[in-house]
C-alpha cells in the first residue's frame, strides 16, 4: 500500500466509507499512496478535547471496552480463558503493580484515523518492544483465543503524571499492520492529546493501564462493556476521570 499506484484507491475508500475529507490536514490529492492517506493527519478542531482539566480521554478513534478491575475482563470473552496482564506487559514487576487496576482495549478499523495520542499530560519513557505475530485482534478473534492480544507485536510505554499516577499504554500491531511509529521523545514533557505515533495500513489496537484506585471510567463506557458491548468514540472525548 505504499507504492504510488495504490494512491488510484484513496478516493474510492473515501467515497465507499463515507469519510469526512474536510476533516483532513492536508488535501485529499496531495496523498502519493494509499498508506501515506491511511495515516493521515487531521484539522485540530476535527477532534476537540473534551474541556475538564480532571479528564483522561481516549487515545485514538476506535471501539472501546473498559474494565475498572482487570479481573473484569473474563466476563466479555470465552469462559475458561484468562488474562494474562504479566504475557502482556512482559513484566511480572509490572503486572503486580496494575494487578487491580483499570484496563481500556481501543480497536481501530481500517477506515479510522490512525495516529495515536496521549490521554493525560506527563513524562513518557523509551518505549520497548516486544516482537510477535500479527493476529487478528477482531471482537471475534479475541473470543476464540484471547492471547493474540500477547502473542503480537507491541510497543510498551509508561507516562509518568501528577493527577494520575502511571499510565502504561500498549500499542499492538495486528493483521497487516507490521509498522507501529513512535513520534514523541521520550524524557519530555508532553501534553493532553500530544501525537504519541501511528500504525500503518491494517486494523490494531492499543490498551491503556491505569493503577488502582487513580481513575474512574466514563459511565457510557463501564455500561456497555458491561453488556459486552463496544463503545464508539473519538480521540479526545472522556475516557475516565
Known sequence: MGRPASRALVAP????????????????????????????????????????????????????????????????????????????????????????????????????YHRFHFPAE??????????????????????????????????????ETSRFGTIVMIDIGATNVGSISQTFTPGEKINRGDERGYFSFGGSSTITLFEEGKITLADDLVEQTSRQTELYAPMGSLLGS
Open 13 to 112: 475508500f473515501i467515497k465507499e466509507f463515507g469519510l469526512d475529507a474536510s476533516e483532513f490536514a492536508d488535501p485529499q490529492e496531495s496523498f502519493k499512496s494509499f498508506n501515506e492517506f491511511f495515516i493521515r493527519r487531521l484539522k485540530p478542531e476535527a477532534r476537540p478535547f473534551d474541556p475538564d482539566p480532571e479528564a483522561v480521554t481516549f487515545p485514538c478513534d476506535g471501539r472501546h471496552l473498559g474494565f475498572p478491575n482487570i479481573s473484569e475482563i473474563t466476563s466479555v470473552f470465552v469462559k475458561g480463558q484468562r488474562f494474562s496482564l504479566a504475557s502482556l506487559l512482559g513484566s511480572s514487576e509490572l503486572s503486580n503493580r496494575f494487578a487491580r487496576g483499570s484496563l481500556v482495549l481501543s480497536r481501530l478499523c481500517p477506515t479510522d
Open 122 to 159: 506527563g513524562i513518557p519513557s523509551t518505549s520497548s518492544l516486544i516482537n510477535g505475530a500479527l493476529f487478528s485482534v477482531s471482537p471475534i478473534a479475541l473470543r476464540r483465543n484471547l492471547s493474540y492480544l500477547w502473542q503480537n507485536k507491541r510497543m510498551i510505554t509508561e507516562l
